[in-house]
């Protein structure tokens, strides 16, 4: 294993901004802990994949986003849409397949979208969103626009060639694209070294010479500093970034994952690294937050998710009349 | 009054298209595979790099998906992009960015993300570069719920068909027959942006309707012409918008003539001219005096040697003899 580029979070954030990232990471655990309970309910279908785990990433480098920036993102976005600021309710009621959904339940779990947070989708095809958020940035760097286009993807992607043309394209033109790839070590059941005949994931961004780093994907305020410096980086040169996030998913690929590929020690051993644990117990160490103020936080979030949930079991259902609008912006051109 | 005429041929009707696209709106831009330097692979850009500069006639890498996939992410942003791929063959190597992503934001999205989005591509045989180079999947295309497809065979859609796509709000395919960029014609000097929602019919008779698109439209104007020799009068159609198939124009013909052939360069099997015969099928049946006939591309991949390449394409020859089987029963 190569060692991290970046160094371990200083806690240097103040404390308002550590209490912000452990809502938010918890915002997402529970959030997703209630999917899959809603999933096991058959409340909600098709596939779902959970971020549990993986949280810091989303909560570290949306940090470094600003409202004028742009996402793309993968199936596994449920973080990244919250963390982006999307309402927990448009999330589940999506999830429900429900009207009042983010996307009116046409796209679900897999397809988030939103405009007022330039979230251009969760994308279900591995690799499928790179070469847009490369043109993302191309349409920004021609309008003469600052913003940076923040692509996640897992480490499965960079097998495929679209991640080896986009780099090159994004390099070749200096477009101004983040490029974070959220290595769970995991792409399904195929471990990174039985994937990749080179491991070291930044020598690929290199080879095109893109800048790059890595971090410790499991914690949070690392994300948010090296995130920062990164996007940093693509305001000031213009060009893109590969970020490397050392992550793990403590739970199944999707609800249809027996999990005979990983031991239960490894999962075990990652789990002792939980993001939102070690945050809190800095916290704690620091004497910024205590078990009433973390009670009171978990009550919050529970009412939160309350709500979502009674917000989509009482959004209807599309009209079926309504099938195929949005396959062309004019309804009548099908 | 005289319409002012000029001689062109095909691919400058195009590239005036191109050229009018770029001047009107500067969102507009063009990039693939050798579009600036030199010039396109099949010279359709000639000279707009040197008009328009490298920012907007961009030459790109060979890297299919991640160029059409910029042009959906520059759509997305802003832009009115027209990527142009080399041929329909190399686009394959981008349809996952045309299948899943282009068809697709709008209707994943809840109608949030639309893609205005043009690809332009050559399409088609005849020209003796065989089974890697030469085939028509503009019919595989127009399967596709999301995009619209557009194939031009007349100077007049060359020149006109750009812009109203460009206007589209939805990603728009526009297929250019291979063997009809050296096509000579005449262009009125006024002629500008066309309709790409409805098919035309370019010439009338009362026995039978030919109904085409590309370059086979022009085999079916050359068969028409030996038909009215002995008699036989023919309507003959061009689709020229294969998604969405504009019915109306065929059925409409169909209920005059009473016979419907259909020459479609495709394979036969699941080919757009299927598409079309079931339509008359299920909309004008007892209209039909005979049954509905096609004429298709041999279900081979396209040979190389010119014997074997005419052979596996639809000729003029096949044409007029099934029209006179057809009408003499
Ligand atoms: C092009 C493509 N091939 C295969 C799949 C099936 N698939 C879905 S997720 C996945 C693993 C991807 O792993 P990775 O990119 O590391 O992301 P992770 O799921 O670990 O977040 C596979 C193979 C797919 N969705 N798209």
Redesign the pocket.
């Known amino acids: 294993m190569t060692t991290m580029t970046s160094k371990p979070g200083q806690a240097l954030v103040n404390r308002e901004q550590s209490l912000h990232f452990l809502r938010q990471m918890l915002r997402i655990r529970r959030f997703e802990e209630k999917s899959a309970e809603l999933y096991s309910a058959m409340k909600i279908r098709g596939f779902l ?1 959970l971020y549990i785990g993986e949280e810091a990433v989303a909560v570290g480098v949306t940090e470094a986003l600003g409202s004028d920036d742009a996402v793309v993102a ?3 976005e449920h973080g990244h849409a919250m963390s982006r600021g999307m309402s927990m309710a448009a999330i589940m009621a999506e999830m429900y397949g429900k009207i009042d959904g983010c996307c009116r339940g046409r796209g679900g779990s897999m397809h988030l979208f939103d405009v007022e947070h330039r979230l251009y989708g969760g994308n ?5 969103g790179l070469p847009v958020a490369v043109g993302l940035a191309l349409a920004d760097q021609m309008q003469n626009k600052k913003s940076v286009t923040c692509c996640c ?5 960079m097998a ?1 060639g679209e991640f080896h043309e986009a780099m090159n394209l994004a390099a070749l033109w200096q477009l101004p694209v983040l490029f974070v790839c ?1 290595n ?1 070590f ?3 059941g195929t471990a990174l070294q039985l994937s990749e005949s080179v491991v070291d994931l930044t020598s690929k961004a290199a080879a095109y010479a893109v800048p790059t780093a890595t971090v410790d994907g499991m914690d949070v305020i690392a994300v948010a500093e090296a995130a920062e410096k990164a996007s940093d980086t693509v305001r000031e040169t213009g060009g893109p970034f590969f970020l490397e996030c050392r992550t793990y ?1 403590f739970r199944p ?1 999707s609800m249809f994952d027996p999990g005979l590929y990983r031991s239960r020690q490894e999962v075990e051993g990652w789990k002792q690294r939980c993001p939102i644990i070690s945050l809190i117990r800095r916290l704690k160490d620091k004497g910024w937050i205590d078990d009433p103020g973390l009670e009171r936080l978990e009550g919050e979030i529970a009412t939160e998710i309350d709500s979502a949930v009674d917000f989509a079991e009482q959004s209807e259902w599309e009209s079926v009349e309504d099938l195929t609008r949005f396959v062309y912006s004019d309804a009548g051109a099908n | 009054m005289e319409q002012q005429l000029r001689k062109m041929n095909y691919r400058d009707a195009l590239n005036e298209g191109l050229r009018e696209a770029l001047q009107k709106d500067e969102r507009v831009f063009l990039m693939g595979e050798d579009v600036g330097r030199y010039g396109g692979c099949f010279a359709v850009s000639k000279g707009l790099l040197d008009e328009f500069g490298p920012e907007r006639i961009r030459d790109t890498p060979l890297s299919e998906s991640a160029f059409t996939g910029a042009g959906i992410g520059a759509a997305l942003g802003g832009m009115r992009p027209i990527v142009e791929i080399m041929t329909v063959n190399f686009s394959l190597l981008a349809l996952d960015q045309i299948m899943n992503n282009a068809a697709t934001y709008l209707h994943m999205s809840g109608g949030l993300f639309n893609v205005p989005l043009v690809i332009r591509m050559a399409t088609g045989g005849g020209k003796q570069l065989a089974a890697q180079h030469s085939h028509s999947l503009e019919g595989w295309y127009a399967h596709i719920p999301g995009i619209k497809v557009l194939c031009p065979a007349t100077l007049e859609d060359a020149r006109g068909m750009l812009w109203s796509a460009l206007l589209d709000p939805d990603p728009v395919l526009i297929f250019e027959p291979a063997v009809l960029y050296p096509m000579e014609g005449e262009l009125s000097a006024d002629a500008g942006p066309v309709a790409i929602d409805q098919a035309k019919l370019l010439r009338e008779g009362k026995d039978l309707t030919l109904i085409s698109y590309g370059s086979c439209l022009h085999k079916c104007l050359e068969a028409a012409s030996i038909l009215a020799e002995e008699g036989i009068e023919t309507d003959v159609i061009d689709l020229r918008t294969l998604r969405p198939l504009d019915d109306e124009s065929f059925l409409a013909s169909v209920a005059k003539t009473h016979r419907a052939l259909i020459v479609d360069e495709g394979w036969r099997s699941g080919s757009l001219a299927a598409e079309v015969s079931a339509r008359i099928m299920e909309q004008a049946f007892y209209q039909l005096d005979a049954p509905v006939e096609r004429i298709c591309t041999a279900e081979v991949p396209m040979p190389y040697a010119k014997h074997m390449e005419e052979a596996a394409l639809p000729q003029v020859s096949s044409i007029v003899a099934t029209a006179r089987r057809m009408i003499d029963g």
Do not use: D, W
């Open positions: 994949h993968t199936y596994r279900a095809i591995v690799a499928g993807f897992g480490e499965g992607a495929e959220e769970n995991y792409a399904m998913r690929h």
